[in-house]
């Protein structure tokens, strides 16, 4: 009986007829031929990738990087980027360092292939030492290989400045 | 003290008359915020976050500090209280640094957690902050940050009254006030380390667990110490399937809130060592060689075969479980016949008057309460050892034990025609063993210790072997244990080949033509509540997470 109301036909979808002018055929091809002539004179969109490549705007999500400064990473290992990731990406291991800063990241590893690039880390981060880079590059031919540690992750503060000043512009 | 009648907060409830109004509301389950308070100290009354109304009063009292009279009328959360104690926080938080990235105790503090319940959730302050010294190795185990100290001299107290020694002190007045000990002496009292669980904030941090993890990766496993006979009750916080630090649980049966250092600290390493034993190993041309489990059982089982009963000893352990050695002295008697049962005791110091035994082993009491004793006319430990000497005895079966570091045991052993051992480490008398079981370490098992007073407390497993599964066999878990996939790098920590002391009795009694049907140690435990009168009508159930006393307890505690 309750099964009644989930069979019930659904109705009918019926498209309306079409008008006269779009019976002529003709009108309709010119329209939409306008369009694509007018967008031959338009500017390109699209790049010829892999031989031109695309450069980001600062507002771009791509892979997560570590911030340094000479040498020094801002990463105090507070772990809390680590808790955040709701894809579980990233692992940290601190360890004592003399510097003032007391902690920093022994081992610090991104699995790329479960990170999902939504800048929760970044957002996070109280050192401003996790930002989302402008990579997006990024194809592996197997899974130790999506595994980046600190070599891979560790970006110069002034390498990475256009997304720094886009972070501070629109904290 | 006769009871009385207060007011919380409009409920009225019958209190004991000689408390204080926070011990109170608690006995009712009305928490009051605290920071100098503990229910183990001395009130002290200098944190103020404990203000509570109290009607009749013209000011607001400390909850920690007033006694409850009768019709006295209590409020804890109305206007007057609640802005009380955002300007005590506020205060609290002026000097406080922004450390809780760096700082150890962040997820478990006290001060974090009340900045979220009882502040404002902002700060007015935009003066500089007083600074302090930090990284002060304060003692031997202990880490000073004098900055992050809100001065509630919990832990002064602690040592003047429960560790017995007076080692801290606060020194200058005002915003300079700082924790110190005197010139050239240190925090370095046996129980040092309890200060680091009763600080509220991070100032005083565990140097042993100094940045190893923070609080919320760990899973945390109810357990029990093996350091000595106290068996004091812990908590095992495990990483990646390593453990990383023990802390002290609370009851009051046993070691109120409180561990000593040498338990905290010594008695986990072994765990994580590079020297386990990984997997079952038999001697082959002078080297042990690792070997499969149904190899060394039948090695072990044609080997005892050789010998008459008589040749024959066992020794049980009072490191092993009551389980291990309920079975392992079943099996002696049963499977190889032999009288010639005991276990080695471990006295070495002496008690001291808070928590540490002289006996060093976790379970002395229950290895002869579980029957690891000489029969009719068979030998005990030191006997045993006297007729190895003599080559009456040639065979020789022991539990997780060292015993080859007593003095005098290891040229004993040395003569042994045939001795097998279980052990977790490579130690004096792996060296000299032909057979060694790769045995659990106590954190990698269920079973049961006794302690001195002859109570039953349970371990639980922490830490996965090879034969366990963490969902499966109902470990604690952390958020990476829940979440980890197979190919993920973190959580897969090293796993060993090793399995609980009953459960390989149990393989070698099979190989040898006797089967025990235990999938579990509870199960062993099972058939000990009806066959061994210590033990009568107990089950894991009923020794729950705090203990059970045998039936042979001494009557007074």
């Keep these: 009986m309750s099964n009644d109301t989930y069979l019930k036909k659904s109705e009918e979808v019926r498209r309306k007829d079409l008008t006269f002018w779009q019976r002529l055929y003709f009108p309709e091809i010119l329209k939409g031929m306008t369009v694509t002539i007018g967008e031959m004179f338009k500017p390109r969109v699209t790049v010829n990738y892999p031989e031109e490549r695309f450069t980001p705007p600062s507002s771009f999500r791509g892979r997560p990087v570590l911030v340094h400064e000479n040498g020094t990473e801002r990463c105090v290992a507070c772990g809390l980027c680590s808790r955040v990731c709701p894809a579980l990406a990233i692992e940290v291991q601190a360890a004592e360092t003399p510097l003032d800063k007391e902690r920093f990241p022994e081992k610090f590893e991104i699995n790329m292939t479960r990170c999902i690039f939504c800048g929760f880390c970044e957002e996070v981060c109280p050192e401003e030492a996790i930002i989302m880079s402008n990579e997006y590059e990024l194809a592996f031919s197997s899974q130790q290989e999506s595994v980046f540690g600190k070599d891979k992750l560790l970006k110069s503060v002034e390498e990475m400045k256009p997304r720094l000043d886009f972070l501070r512009a629109h904290r | ?557």
């Design chain 2, 1 to 557: 003290m006769p009871n009385v009648t207060i007011t919380i907060d409009g409920q009225p409830y019958q209190v004991d008359g000689s408390k204080t109004i926070i011990e109170a509301a608690r006995a009712h389950g009305i928490s009051i915020p605290h920071f100098c308070w503990h229910e183990k100290l001395s009130p002290a009354g200098n944190c103020r976050i404990c203000l509570v109304e109290v009607e009749k009063m013209p000011k607001l009292a400390i909850a920690c500090m007033t006694q409850v009279t009768d019709g006295m009328v209590v409020n804890t959360k109305n206007e007057r209280v609640i802005n009380a104690r955002e300007a005590v926080m506020e205060f609290i938080l002026i000097n406080h640094p922004l450390d809780c990235p760096i700082c150890d105790e962040a997820g478990e503090c006290k001060l974090q957690d009340y900045a979220y319940k009882y502040s404002q959730g902002f700060s007015r302050f935009v003066e500089d902050k007083v600074h302090k010294p930090k990284r002060v190795e304060v003692g031997p185990r202990v880490m000073l940050d004098a900055e992050r100290c809100i001065m509630c001299s919990r832990c002064v107290r602690f040592c003047d009254e429960v560790a017995g020694e007076h080692q801290l002190q606060f020194v200058q007045r005002g915003d300079r006030v700082q924790l110190t000990t005197f010139p050239g002496k240190e925090l370095d009292n046996p129980y040092s380390m309890n200060v680091v669980d009763i600080c509220p904030v991070g100032a005083l941090t565990n140097k042993d667990f100094r940045f190893r993890s923070r609080v919320w990766e760990m899973s945390f496993t109810d357990s029990v110490c093996s350091g000595c006979a106290r068996g004091c009750n812990i908590e095992i916080g495990v990483r990646n399937n390593e453990i990383l630090r023990l802390t002290p649980r609370k009851n009051d049966d046993v070691n109120s809130v409180w561990m000593c250092d040498h338990g905290r600290v010594e008695t986990f390493k072994h765990v994580n060592a590079e020297d386990r034993i990984k997997a079952p190993k038999v001697r082959k041309e002078g080297t042990l060689a690792p070997v499969g489990w149904d190899e060394a059982f039948a090695k072990v089982a044609s080997e005892l075969r050789s010998f008459n009963a008589s040749q024959v000893a066992v020794l049980g352990s009072a490191f092993a479980t009551n389980e291990d050695n309920y079975l392992m002295a079943r099996f002696a008697r049963e499977v190889i016949g032999t009288r010639n049962i005991d276990f080695a005791r471990h006295q070495h110091g002496q008690d001291d008057a808070v928590l540490i035994r002289a006996d060093k082993t976790p379970n002395a009491a229950g290895a002869e309460a579980a029957g690891v004793k000489p029969g009719d006319s068979g030998l005990s430990f030191d006997q045993i050892i006297a007729a190895v000497k003599e080559g009456k005895i040639k065979a020789l079966y022991c539990l997780e034990d060292d015993i080859a570091a007593i003095p005098g045991v290891r040229e004993a052993l040395e003569k042994l025609e045939f001795f097998a051992v279980h052990a977790t480490n490579h130690n004096a008398t792996t060296e000299l063993a032909d057979v060694v079981f790769a045995a659990s370490a106590f954190a990698e098992k269920s079973g049961t210790w006794t302690n001195f007073r002859h109570r039953v407390q349970r371990i639980r497993p922490a830490v996965a072997t090879l034969e366990q599964d963490r969902t499966m066999d109902d470990f604690a878990m952390s958020r990476w244990d829940k979440f980890a996939a197979h190919n993920d790098k973190w959580g897969k920590g090293p796993r060993r080949d090793a399995r609980p002391s009953w459960k390989i009795v149990a393989g070698l009694a099979g190989a040898m033509g006797t089967k025990y049907k235990f999938s579990s140690a509870d199960e062993v435990f099972g058939e000990m509540s009806h066959k061994l009168e210590p033990f009568r009508s107990l089950s894991y159930l009923k020794v729950g997470t705090k203990g059970t006393p045998l039936h042979t307890a001494p009557v007074t505690a």
